[in-house]
């Protein structure tokens, strides 16, 4: 009986032992990525928006709400290439809910350090996230918090890992050699990736564009949010370091994760309303100050506790 004891004492104290070990193991492989993703920004000038909070960092240890800019950036060899996409999140826990919209790529404003009006997503190409970061605050009159650049690569090996999106297609179409039918879909990356890229057979042209991405978006993190698989998290962890940047660092990162996952239980969405126009030759997308006014008040009234 004693000899029994022992041996079970034994093999329980070797299993706490190897699972506490991969426990570490596991925390030192996240926080090692998390330090290869971490890129602060390094503001081009400052920029006047209004901020509730007066300018203050935010505090994720206390649930506060906050704005962060998504960057899906089409990067090329010799070239930095253009975002193909910027997404707006607003967070707030304590409504649980997060608002999302897309900025159109083409849409005509001041290049925040250039001095001169363009297409928003060329102020990636002009001067990196950094450059965007202040271009957007100024667009829409509020502070962007946090950041994350994803290359559109990473996006969809991302989307893989995470078991693919479940969408609703509003319309059939074929892009890229591959069939999309109208109604609910299963998508792996690739196929995600192309939804989320075709525009000129949408009727809506870039704006219908910008629906599908906030669709594959929207799912993404919902699948995100219940991502568990330890057999797979070193596979995350891979490709995140090679395809993400952010300027979270480690320990907002596990604020986020511990503290807000749990309460954002809806994201509502909004589209940003603007009419195309020609300017020496040059399609631009262009919203008026009164729509600026009104995405404004939105994202204020949102950030409110």
Known sequence: MKKWMKWTAWIVSLLII???????????????????????????????????KGGLQVELN????????????????????????MIVLSVNPGKKKVLMFNIPRDTRTEIVGRNTE????????????????????????IPIHYYMKVDMEGFSKIID??????????????YEGKRYEQGNIHLDGVAALGFSRMRYDDPKGDLGRNDRQREVLKQMLKNTMQFSSVLHLQNMLDELGTHVRTDLTFDEM?????????????????????????????????????EKERIHGLLTQHLEQ
């Not at 511990?258 to 631009?284: A, H, M, Q, W």
């Open 161 to 174: 890992l995470v078991g693919g999106v479940d969408v609703n297609n509003p319309f059939a179409f074929d």
């Open 118 to 141: 363009d297409k928003i997503n060329h102020a990636y190409a002009f001067g990196g996230v950094d450059m965007s970061l202040a271009t957007v605050e100024q667009f829409l009159g």
């Open 62 to 85: 206390r649930k506060e709400p906050f704005n962060a800019l998504i960057l899906g950036v089409d990067e090329r060899q010799n070239d930095r290439g253009r975002s193909d996409t």
């Open 254 to 290: 596990k604020e986020l994760l511990l503290d807000y996952r749990s309460d954002l239980e809806e994201i509502d969405t909004v589209e940003i309303k603007g009419k195309g126009e020609k300017i020496n030759g040059i399609y631009y997308f262009i919203v008026d100050q009164e």
């Open 18 to 52: 190897v699972v506490f070990g991969y426990a570490i193991y596991l925390y030192q492989s996240v926080k090692s990525t998390a330090d290869q993703i971490y890129e602060p920004r390094n503001p081009v000038k400052p920029v006047s928006v209004t901020d509730a």
